[in-house]
């Protein structure tokens, strides 16, 4: 490859036409472990996990090789009134880690799809249960939970919306629970806002464990219970979007554990194949399946050619068995107090770190002029500072590193979950070293 490789026949998700044609954009060639090596052998520290993806790790040999002896034997066959060994062994195994009785999980391949399969579940669900005007949903305001057209009507991120509206009637969004130390008072936007409507229209509310977007928002304790409370008392099914929080990225299988949610169904992606392979999935509580089941309708009225594809399968099999047998969730939990420190560290250290949230291996830095005076960056001086300043001082810096500007600049740090405190202290130096930078730019 020459230096500048041609990304033009290449339309990227969601990353600036000025940034892609910058000449600057990484190609990353290799992976190993926490490590990226780009087209010309540039080592990068991995600070994201890809996209909150690769929990094991990078380069994984045997996960690649339960992949390729899967497609030797059967490359495919859909769930889909029939199905393969491999893929009943990776639903045992995903429903005996998820919690309560969700015992029920249906596969796809994205998170956009796994919400989507949710939302049309909960209406399913609702008709069997001789109540078909609850098609409504609640979510929260600064949310992501895709980007198909149902998965796009409950995110809750004006900028990814609004370009597309009108979008699906139905949806309304509340606050999240930044700001709010209360778990109770929290969720009484949720049941103010079902009230609102009318408890007859609504069928289900969605929410992240630990909200993402607005920057890794940890919900005050209680706030799951009382949204339980609140589905329950309004017959509304209560979906916990774990895209990211599942598969260990707060120090469990699942972030409901961790938040102490007792949902009706979890939606999960990324971690479950640690991105070797593209999977969704939505786990479900065995009474609602079997009402769908059991009703006129006779079936999940839904479906998907890729859902549980063999290979998919295997290479989830895979990354759960090493997840377990290399203990990595028990690494996080280890490793947890010890990120937190360095992180509060780094903000000790650095008046332009507004905010540190987050818990396990998901955290965001909130970004700013000075913490000490309480001057937030300007909107001029946060796109300079996500488009332009950080994306190159991270390149410079050898970091993938996640940049964010909704609801305001922000850093995030979700390293795969194999992380050691060797890595996290090198992960924490470099973004030291960005963030000198970077105040003297702005
Ligand atoms: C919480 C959450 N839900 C849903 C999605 C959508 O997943 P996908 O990009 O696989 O469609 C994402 C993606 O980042 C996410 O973070």
Redesign the pocket.
Known sequence: MTNSPDLSNLLPSFTSAKYWRSGTVPVFARGEGCYLWDHEGKKFLDTLAG??VVQIGHGRTDIAKAMSEQAEQIAFFPSWSATTPITLEAASLITDLAPGDLDAVFFVS??????ESAIKFARQYHQADGRPTKTGVISRVDS????SMG?LSATGLKPVRDPFLPLLPGFSHVPNTHGYSDGVEAARVVEEEILRRGPEQVGMVIA?PVQ?GGGSLVPPVGYWRELRRICDRYDVLLVA?E??CGFGRLGAWFGSEVVDAQPDMI?F??GATSGYAPI?GLLVRRPLVDRVLDSPAGSFLHGATWGGHPVVMAAAVANIGAMRDEKVIDNVVHHASLFEARLDNLAEAHDAVMDVRGTGYLYALALGHSREEGREYSEEDTKRAIYELLPRLALEAGLHLRVDDRGGAKIMLSPPLVATTDDLDEMTERVSQVLVQLAACL
């Open positions: 996209l909150f994205s998170g956009s799809e796994a919400n992501y939970h895709g980007t998965a992240e993402n979007d895209v990211i939606t992606a990324k969704g």
